[in-house]
Nanobody
Framework: QVQLVESGGGLVQPGGSLRLSCAAS????????MGWYRQAPGKRRELVAT???????NYSDSVKGRFAISRDNAKDTVYLQMDSLKPEDTAVYYC????????????WGKGTLVTVSS
C-alpha cells in the first residue's frame, strides 16, 4: 500500500556528511508519521529519528546535534541530514512509515548502507 525507497548511502570519512532520502509512493495520504532506523551488524535495529505529521522531530541521544530529519511533502520525501559522522554510525539505514487506513500499518524500505571509515 505504501512503498519506500531509500537512497544516498555510501562511504564517507569520519567527520563527513551525508544526506539520505526516502521517497514514498502508494497511499501517501494515509501516512501519519515517518522515521529513520538503523541496524549495525550483530546489533538490534534502533531508532534514529522520527518526524510526526505535525512536523515535530525526535532524535536518539546518540545523534542529537548531528543529524536532522525533515520532510518535503510536495515531493513525498523524507530526508536525514547526517553531519559529523562517526565510525559508530556505520549501519544499514531504514526508512519507516506509519500509515492508517482502517488499521495502523508499518512500512519499511529495503535500507541503504552507510559506512563511515577512513
Amino acid at each position: 500500500q505504501v512503498q519506500l525507497v531509500e537512497s544516498g548511502g555510501g562511504l564517507v570519512q569520519p567527520g563527513g556528511s551525508l544526506r539520505l532520502s526516502c521517497a514514498a509512493s502508494g497511499s501517501i495520504s494515509s501516512i501519519v508519521s515517518m522515521g529513520w532506523y538503523r541496524q549495525a551488524p550483530g546489533k538490534r535495529r534502533e531508532l534514529v529519528a522520527t518526524i510526526t505529521s505535525g512536523g515535530t522531530p525526535n532524535y536518539s541521544d546518540s545523534v542529537k546535534g548531528r543529524f536532522a530529519i525533515s520532510r518535503d511533502n510536495a515531493k513525498d520525501t523524507v530526508y536525514l541530514q547526517m553531519d559529523s559522522l562517526k565510525p559508530e554510525d556505520t549501519a544499514v539505514y531504514y526508512c519507516n512509515a506509519e500509515a492508517k487506513t482502517l488499521l495502523y500499518m508499518d512500512y519499511w524500505g529495503k535500507g541503504t548502507l552507510v559506512t563511515v571509515s577512513s
